[in-house]
């Protein structure tokens, strides 16, 4: 575009026009994903990569601040029970920023999923007039408030009585020669306080349970020892979590040996040594009815847990988590857990609870396994593919009802298509050609939406890995930092801005882990910034986290390689700023002394790399004399956040612009230091902050 086109007000929309157009449009033609503000090619492989036009306005005159401006509003977005505003789609049009999705737009679609006469949620809807409404609620008071768990309803956490502690001291005894010598179980009003540690913290990150309908007397053992022991270390009581994760894991380590056992016993045993036309059309193979059958479902929830536990927990766990890792995508392959169940012709409450759990319980597999991928740069152990002919979650308000008159209403007054997941994650890849309209489901769950980023990051883990090494320029003593092509990032990206987008239009969506739909919609940010981040600066073989040594990590950090220049990478940098811009919204010492409580582990991984990618931005720029407009704005953003804190002090303190620039770089990874110093629920967390401290130390050393 040239550029006295920029100086034409004719030729620029207003800030709201541009958010009003930043909504959902799925069955859209591939946007022009352009590099540069003047070439904007239909063709993808075409894409020209010239510097922005500088005469580009900064930014709106409206809008005077830019904290104001990723917040949405000064007033906004600061009651958890309010509907999400934006990840920052209207925010690019406010910075100057080329943005090729603007024109991602919502097209109306069948609604399919209210009753007669009755919009559902999420369509033909302005997600924005919705965001920026703030009115007081005209409910009478005296009418049932809605609660974390459900519509009207409050649901109570299980609690142990008499009866049950004995019932489980029996099946401890029944085990005693499985568990450990040294196993001690504790007493009653331990256990009931280690339940209560479980379901008021690690069970909203990933709800596979059916809460209302859950029996802990009459659950497997390794899932009543696995709910102790993640339960003991949310209540910080470590010595007792690891002797309870001990337990279940030993009961986990018997039950995969007795069935591997009667596997070889099954397969060494002898054929038949005659047909006989009697057994025409049966398998020449023993009897098994004496063979375990497919483990149960239980069983995988119970791994879950204590593969969770040993996951971000003491490094001498990691070889336990990646065993238990590799068994747990075994056991879903083998006991065909991976394809759907058949609906049955009258969906029961029970019915619907057994196929929402098996399903979530597969989802959450698919997280934690992706997990391993995003912390320790390890290869997917299940991939997408493998979960695409699953459908999709229904909504967190009908898996927390707490009795079947109140699913059955909510049924009938929302119904839920039943969409695969594979149609959707195609759905974020698609042109303008056809497609059923039911894929095009603009208000997904916050369990579907998670799903789909856990995806979108997959595809941008693989795509990575499939670069060749050898067309990278490495330094030849670290990983190389796989270039992916221009079409590939355009392709993913665009992909990205659609989840982005219909994340903004989901009612469940909220940027609060106290939100009353749960943490799952502000989860799954976390995972969409570090898949944005990856697309443009692939620091995963930079961090040496399975070391879990801090000396180590922050050398790995130093010798990462530094961001190119691009409106693509500004971008990336924009979601950076947003992410870390939350921990001032919410105060740098409130954020270290609640988000171990509050906030997932994977919000410390989220911000890690946004921290560690920002600075290395600005270490990129440092000695820079040709700044565009978008880095100068962006820069001007990152101080405004500093600002809010007592490391500005360095910074503005600093002799000469280059310094400032270091100095700039050093407080955006004490930022992030400083909210992670308090205590934390699992001990990686802790070693991020050693690192981040090593780290900045010599960023100032040089």
Same mark, same amino acid.
């Given at each position: 575009?040239?550029a006295?086109?920029h100086?034409d007000?004719?030729?620029?929309?207003?800030a709201?026009?541009n958010?009003?157009?930043?909504v959902?449009?799925?069955?859209l033609?591939?946007?022009?994903?352009?590099?540069?503000?003047?070439?904007h090619?239909?063709?993808?492989? @075409?894409?020209?990569?010239?510097?922005l036009?500088v005469?580009?306005?900064?930014?709106?005159?409206?809008?005077p601040?830019?904290l104001?401006? =990723?917040?949405?509003?000064?007033?906004l977005?600061?009651?958890?029970?309010?509907?999400?505003?934006?990840?920052?789609?209207?925010?690019?049009?406010?910075?100057?920023?080329?943005?090729p999705?603007?024109?991602?737009?919502?097209e109306?679609?069948?609604?399919?999923?209210?009753?007669?006469?009755?919009?559902?949620?999420?369509?033909?809807e302005d997600?924005l007039?919705?965001?920026m409404?703030?009115?007081?609620s005209?409910?009478?008071?005296?009418?049932p408030?809605?609660?974390?768990?459900?519509?009207?309803?409050?649901l109570? /956490?299980?609690?142990?009585?008499?009866?049950?502690?004995?019932?489980?001291?029996?099946?401890?005894?029944? @085990?005693k020669?499985v568990?450990p010598?040294?196993?001690?179980?504790?007493s009653?009003?331990?256990?009931?306080?280690?339940?209560e540690?479980?379901?008021n913290?690690?069970?909203?990150?990933?709800?596979?349970?059916?809460?209302?309908t859950f029996?802990?007397?009459?659950?497997?053992?390794?899932?009543?020892?696995?709910?102790?022991?993640?339960?003991?270390?949310?209540?910080?009581?470590?010595?007792?979590?690891?002797?309870l994760?001990?337990?279940?894991?030993?009961?986990?380590?018997?039950?995969?040996?007795?069935r591997?056992?009667?596997?070889n016993?099954?397969v060494?045993?002898?054929? @038949?040594?005659s047909?006989s036309?009697s057994?025409?059309?049966?398998?020449?193979?023993?009897?098994?009815?004496?063979?375990?059958?497919?483990m149960?479902?239980?069983?995988i929830?119970?791994?879950?847990?204590v593969l969770?536990?040993?996951?971000?927990?003491h490094?001498?766990?990691?070889?336990?988590?990646?065993?238990?890792?590799?068994?747990?995508?075994?056991?879903?392959? @083998?006991?065909?857990?991976?394809s759907?169940?058949?609906?049955?012709?009258?969906?029961t409450?029970?019915k619907?609870?057994?196929?929402?759990?098996?399903?979530?319980?597969?989802?959450?597999?698919?997280?934690?396994?992706n997990?391993?991928?995003?912390t320790?740069?390890?290869p997917?152990?299940?991939?997408?593919?493998?979960?695409?002919?699953?459908?999709?979650?229904?909504?967190?308000?009908?898996?927390?009802?707490?009795?079947s008159?109140?699913?059955?209403?909510?049924?009938?007054?929302?119904?839920?298509? #039943?969409?695969?997941?594979?149609?959707?994650?195609?759905?974020?890849?698609?042109s303008?050609?056809?497609?059923?309209?039911?894929?095009?489901?603009?208000?997904?769950?916050?369990?579907?939406?998670?799903t789909?980023?856990?995806? =979108?990051?997959?595809?941008?883990y693989?795509?990575?890995?499939?670069?060749?090494?050898?067309l990278?320029q490495?330094?030849?003593?670290?990983?190389?930092?796989?270039?992916?092509s221009?079409?590939?990032i355009?392709?993913?990206?665009?992909?990205?801005?659609r989840?982005?987008?219909?994340?903004?239009?989901?009612?469940?969506?909220?940027?609060?882990?106290?939100?009353?739909?749960?943490?799952?919609?502000?989860?799954?940010?976390?995972?969409?910034?570090?898949?944005?981040?990856?697309?443009?600066?692939?620091?995963?073989?930079?961090?040496?986290?399975?070391?879990?040594?801090?000396?180590?990590i922050?050398?790995?950090?130093?010798?990462?390689?530094?961001?190119?220049?691009?409106?693509?990478?500004?971008?990336?940098?924009?979601?950076?700023?947003h992410?870390l811009?939350?921990? /001032?919204?919410?105060?740098?010492?409130?954020?270290?002394?609640?988000?171990?409580?509050?906030?997932?582990?994977?919000?410390?991984?989220?911000?890690?790399?946004?921290a560690?990618?920002l600075?290395?931005?600005?270490?990129?720029?440092?000695?820079?004399?040709? =700044?565009?407009s978008?880095?100068?704005?962006?820069?001007?953003?990152?101080e405004?956040? /500093?600002? #809010?804190?007592?490391?500005?002090?360095?910074?503005?303190?600093?002799?000469?612009e280059?310094?400032?620039?270091?100095?700039?770089?050093?407080?955006?990874?004490q930022?992030?230091?400083?909210?992670?110093k308090?205590?934390?629920?699992? #001990?990686?967390?802790d070693?991020?902050?050693?690192?981040l401290?090593?780290?900045?130390?010599m960023?100032?050393?040089?």
């Amino acid at each position: 575009m040239p550029a006295d086109q920029h100086d034409d007000p004719s030729q620029q929309r207003p800030a709201s026009q541009n958010a009003e157009q930043s909504v959902v449009q799925l069955a859209l033609p591939t946007p022009t994903i352009g590099l540069g503000a003047e070439n904007h090619n239909d063709d993808l492989n @075409q894409i020209q990569s010239g510097p922005l036009d500088v005469s580009q306005p900064l930014l709106h005159p409206e809008i005077p601040d830019d904290l104001d401006i =990723l917040w949405g509003d000064s007033e906004l977005g600061l009651d958890p029970n309010a509907p999400a505003f934006p990840l920052c789609s209207f925010s690019f049009a406010q910075y100057g920023i080329s943005d090729p999705f603007q024109s991602l737009q919502v097209e109306p679609f069948p609604n399919f999923n209210s009753t007669e006469g009755q919009q559902g949620p999420g369509l033909n809807e302005d997600p924005l007039s919705r965001n920026m409404s703030r009115l007081p609620s005209l409910q009478p008071e005296d009418q049932p408030q809605p609660t974390r768990f459900g519509q009207g309803s409050k649901l109570s /956490i299980p609690q142990i009585n008499r009866s049950d502690y004995a019932m489980i001291s029996s099946m401890i005894h029944d @085990q005693k020669h499985v568990l450990p010598p040294t196993f001690h179980w504790p007493s009653r009003h331990a256990l009931s306080r280690y339940v209560e540690g479980f379901f008021n913290g690690f069970y909203d990150h990933l709800p596979f349970l059916h809460l209302p309908t859950f029996a802990l007397s009459s659950s497997p053992l390794m899932l009543i020892l696995a709910i102790f022991a993640m339960g003991a270390q949310f209540r910080f009581e470590r010595e007792e979590a690891i002797e309870l994760w001990k337990g279940a894991k030993a009961l986990i380590d018997d039950h995969l040996r007795r069935r591997a056992n009667d596997v070889n016993a099954a397969v060494h045993t002898p054929l @038949q040594p005659s047909f006989s036309p009697s057994r025409a059309g049966q398998s020449d193979t023993i009897d098994k009815s004496n063979v375990e059958p497919l483990m149960s479902l239980e069983t995988i929830q119970a791994i879950i847990i204590v593969l969770s536990f040993a996951t971000w927990n003491h490094k001498s766990l990691l070889r336990d988590a990646y065993t238990l890792a590799t068994e747990l995508s075994f056991s879903l392959r @083998q006991g065909d857990f991976l394809s759907e169940t058949r609906q049955p012709k009258e969906l029961t409450w029970e019915k619907w609870i057994e196929r929402e759990g098996r399903r979530r319980t597969i989802l959450v597999s698919y997280f934690l396994l992706n997990l391993h991928s995003v912390t320790y740069n390890i290869p997917p152990r299940l991939v997408t593919s493998e979960i695409r002919s699953l459908n999709m979650p229904f909504p967190e308000e009908q898996w927390r009802a707490g009795s079947s008159e109140e699913w059955r209403l909510m049924h009938r007054d929302n119904p839920w298509p #039943e969409i695969s997941i594979g149609s959707c994650f195609d759905a974020l890849f698609s042109s303008n050609e056809y497609s059923p309209p039911e894929v095009y489901h603009t208000s997904w769950s916050s369990f579907g939406n998670i799903t789909l980023v856990h995806s =979108l990051f997959q595809q941008v883990y693989i795509s990575r890995e499939l670069c060749p090494s050898f067309l990278t320029q490495g330094n030849g003593h670290g990983p190389a930092a796989h270039a992916l092509s221009h079409t590939a990032i355009s392709v993913l990206e665009t992909a990205l801005r659609r989840w982005q987008l219909t994340w903004e239009s989901s009612k469940e969506s909220s940027i609060h882990s106290a939100s009353l739909n749960g943490p799952l919609a502000f989860n799954s940010t976390a995972i969409f910034r570090i898949a944005y981040i990856r697309l443009h600066f692939n620091i995963g073989p930079f961090r040496q986290l399975q070391t879990q040594d801090a000396t180590a990590i922050a050398e790995a950090f130093r010798m990462a390689p530094h961001p190119t220049r691009s409106p693509e990478v500004n971008r990336a940098v924009l979601q950076s700023v947003h992410s870390l811009s939350i921990l /001032i919204r919410e105060g740098i010492e409130f954020v270290s002394r609640t988000q171990t409580l509050t906030w997932s582990i994977v919000h410390s991984l989220c911000n890690l790399e946004c921290a560690i990618f920002l600075s290395k931005w600005i270490e990129t720029i440092q000695g820079a004399q040709d =700044l565009h407009s978008e880095e100068r704005r962006l820069m001007s953003t990152v101080e405004s956040i /500093i600002a #809010e804190t007592k490391l500005i002090h360095s910074v503005r303190n600093a002799p000469n612009e280059t310094m400032r620039k270091k100095q700039l770089s050093v407080a955006v990874i004490q930022l992030l230091a400083e909210t992670l110093k308090g205590t934390h629920v699992f #001990e990686l967390a802790d070693t991020f902050y050693t690192s981040l401290k090593l780290y900045a130390n010599m960023i100032n050393s040089r």
